[in-house]
């Protein structure tokens, strides 16, 4: 796990910080209505597939992990809008300052986490 933390590219390291950034999202709003996430596995489906249409590849084409996030993303994107529907967030920003400085604080912690990995493999 290490040295997979420690080759990762700054555009990988984004998208692990977008993760925590949903986590955080899901852990202070959850919500157990099956519609929710039954209608985000939905719409991972369809524009997952589109995804895997646009970059011309199968599943069997592409790297799994990239398969893996092109269904992800989608997800997540429509998991987390459904989630903070209502909730007073501003674009993907919390309402309150507690919620935006766990999100901002976790995601420096990992950037820090990975910039301190790859000077120690140096």
């Known amino acids: 796990m ?3 933390i420690a080759a990762l590219s700054a555009g990988k390291t984004v998208l692990w910080c977008y993760l925590i950034w949903y986590l955080v999202a899901v852990v202070n709003h959850f919500d157990s ?3 929710i996430w039954l209608n985000s596995l939905g719409i991972s489906a369809l524009i997952g ?3 895997m249409l646009s970059i011309g590849g199968t599943v069997r084409q592409t790297d799994p992990w990239q398969t893996f996030r092109l269904f992800l993303m989608p997800f997540c994107v429509s998991s987390f809008s459904a989630l903070i529907k209502n909730k007073g967030y501003i674009l993907i ?3 309150t300052a507690s919620e935006a400085v766990i999100s901002v604080g976790l995601c420096v912690a990992f950037v820090m986490f990975v910039v301190g990995l790859k000077h120690l493999n140096k």
């Open 33 to 35: 209505s099956a519609a």
């Open 2 to 4: 290490y040295k997979y």
């Open 93 to 95: 920003f919390p309402p």
């Open 49 to 51: 597939i589109a995804l």
